[in-house]
């Protein structure tokens, strides 16, 4: 299990600008094992991030893999030591991942924020310290930034607004900001698709159609008992039956007309932040859409964001962007520098990962990580 541990010495250029930062920041300088265990990868961190990482297998049988980023060990630690909230973790160190043309071994530097409560303020306190901690490095003129930011909050109060069935809400979160992915996922609820559904015969999608549950679960209890299976090997009929119903009214679901265009009007939003609090309420006033709540807390972000002395001017709202990593929950953001390749930094928000892991309760969570070895080309005046 991880524990926290101080920190050593990491031997890049910016080491002491960013321990002088994080102290500055009131964040706690630690380590955790290079080796991991896979698990809280493989469930939380989502395609992108698996198919990259290294694994490896324990004495015991256990799957264990090269450390791929801090934020899931850093936040096991923090339950393993019981620590108070709010806290605030800083890391600096090595990390593991393929990369295509950029070296496997690299290393990371952030701060992870755990447990303060008014959200909107730690998102813009995380976005302003990743700029900070960037000039620190030598980056200090926003100006020469692309600087992008999310809201997977806001995508997911849209797709609530267009009343899609549940199952089609999880499948659509799942490829937000996998541009690619959501184009086929759109292309597939906007599609005529008719008669069989993959995997059900035409007596039990009658029944699913048609609504007849109890009929469908004694369809289902009847073939598992001529299969000879029992009640208690798996899933009960009653629980097959719903997923087989749930099944096809997610095959059955369309997206057409007016409803696709609300999503797709939403999802073609690309502007500056500083225009965007006014764009999206236009947007949802012309459409219909109800996010009264959403769009309150986008704007209380903006002005926190300028209370925290950032430029939203500098800052592009584009309303399809987010993470690949699958644990982020609202605002996302990456910054980069035009030339060269990758971020710079990233980030978000993951409200829901900390009580997944293993927490009591839920934490709110907030964080960033920069790339130093990318920082340090920029600071070369190389371009890959």
């Given amino acids: ?6 920190a050593s010495e990491s031997g890049t250029p910016f080491d002491g600008a960013l321990a ?3 102290v500055s920041v009131g964040a706690s300088l630690v380590s955790t094992p290079l080796l991991q265990r896979a698990e809280p990868y493989l469930d939380t961190a989502g395609e992108d991030l698996r198919r990259r990482i290294f694994l490896t297998r324990g004495e015991g049988g256990e799957t264990l893999c090269l450390r791929p980023d801090f934020t899931i060990p850093v936040c096991l630690a923090h339950i393993a030591g019981e620590a108070g909230l709010p806290r605030r973790y800083a890391y600096n160190g ?26 909107a303020e730690a998102d813009a306190a995380t976005l302003a310290e990743a700029l900070t901690a960037l ?8 100006g020469t930034l692309d600087i992008t930011i999310g809201d997977q909050g806001l995508f997911e109060a849209v797709l609530k607004a267009l009343d899609l069935p549940a199952g089609w809400q999880r499948r659509l979160i799942r490829t937000f900001g996998q541009n690619d992915l ?8 906007a599609s005529d698709r008719s008669g069989d559904v993959a995997g059900i015969d035409a007596d039990a999608l009658t029944l699913a159609r048609d609504g007849r549950l109890p009929e469908l679960e004694a369809l289902v209890a009847e073939r598992m008992g001529a299969a000879g299976l029992p009640p208690n090997r798996s899933r009960s009929a009653a629980e097959i039956a719903a997923r087989l119903a749930e099944k096809v009214r997610l095959s059955d679901t369309r997206l057409r007309g007016a409803a696709l265009e609300r999503l797709r009007a939403f999802l073609s939003l690309d502007c500056p932040v500083s225009e965007a609090c006014e764009r999206l309420r236009a947007l949802s006033s012309e459409h219909g859409l109800d996010l009264a709540g959403a769009l309150a807390f986008f704007e209380a972000r903006a002005e926190a964001l300028s209370r925290a002395g950032v430029d939203l001017s500098t800052l592009r709202y584009r309303a399809a962007f987010g993470r690949t990593l699958d644990y982020y929950t609202g605002f996302v953001f990456e910054i980069a520098r035009p030339g060269f390749a990758g971020p710079l930094t990233g980030g978000g928000r993951y409200d829901r990962l900390v009580s997944y892991l293993g927490a009591r309760e839920p934490i709110p969570a907030v964080g960033f990580a920069l790339y130093l070895d990318r920082l340090s080309l920029t600071q070369e005046g190389a371009r890959p």
């Fill in 94 to 119: 090595p990390v593991f991942r393929q990369r295509r043309g950029e070296p496997a071994e690299f290393r990371q530097a952030g701060i992870e924020n755990l447990g303060d409560g008014d959200r």
């Fill in 182 to 189: 959501l184009a086929r996922a759109l292309e597939t609820l």
């Fill in 135 to 142: 000039a620190a490095c030598g980056l200090n003129d926003p």
């Fill in 20 to 22: 002088r930062f994080f």
């Fill in 1 to 6: 299990m991880s524990r926290l541990f101080p």
